[in-house]
């Protein structure tokens, strides 16, 4: 069915947290301690990070997301208002997420996190009728997998019920029911989670044809992956081609770059790009992104985007 154009509003459902961010000259193998030099805390989830992408292009957003009786949910709601999000969002009995985020000195990092109330969100809290009503009104649906499973698939249900199309950034890439990719107008795994959803083995390194046969067997119509420096596949109408990395400076920090690169690119989407437009400037503002650190907080505007092209 042919939607009707709507006012480039984008919806994100996810998850929204505080995280703590440490530095260290390497990862702890198992069993050791290690000493980490610098530390500071940030809002994030990669729905909230999502959203303030987004928003920075300055693209109407909504968020929704579930958090905690507590501090960091309170700070989730201000912080997502002061970015002009319009934060929907439902309070459950748990804490609010919390990922511990080490960063390395050559840019690259791990993330540990506890779901808490983020995981609550449920498809009955999707059906309250001022959340209905804010997705109803939006021209794209982007998802991440920091769902619970039933929440990510009430969310598929709901958007094809109202007709809107969904980006869906499949992070992280495990129990996902294979059925939701063919209800996607889009997939932006990176590379690693590619090779998971395709079934490839961490050995294996598959070439763009065997990601085009592999994704289209899934039921994939497009797809963008990620591939850190080496840039993004796009995979579009059963022809893959590169966009390639866009180099903007030292990277230090590659902490939500998939993040900023997804918000972007859905944005870019509402704004009317076509797909491959759309993920040059992702490309873009994800490589000013690692050059920052931390996550939201180094997320481009639309502005500093500009003035960079
Ligand atoms: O993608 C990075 C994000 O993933 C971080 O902000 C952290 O909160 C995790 O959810």
Known sequence: ???????????????????AFMAADHFPAPGETIACSSLFFELGGKGYNQAIA????????VFIGAVGDDTNGVECKTELEKEGITACLVKKTEPTAYAVITTRADSENTVSVYSGAAKKLSGEDLQREEIRKEIADCEYLLLQNELSTECLEASFALASQLHIPVIFNPAPADHIPPELFAGCEVITPNYGEAKVLAGFAESEEPSEQDFLEALRKLGVKQAVITMGCKGALLIDGGKASMIPAVSCGTAIDTTGAGDTFNGTLTAALALGKRLE?????AAIAAGISVTRRGAAGSIPTADELNAYL
């Open 54 to 61: 987004c928003a920075r292009m300055g693209v109407k957003t």
């Open 277 to 281: 437009e759309a993920a040059k400037l």
């Open 1 to 19: 069915m042919e939607r009707s154009r709507k006012k480039g509003k984008v919806a994100v459902i996810g998850l929204a947290g505080q995280s």
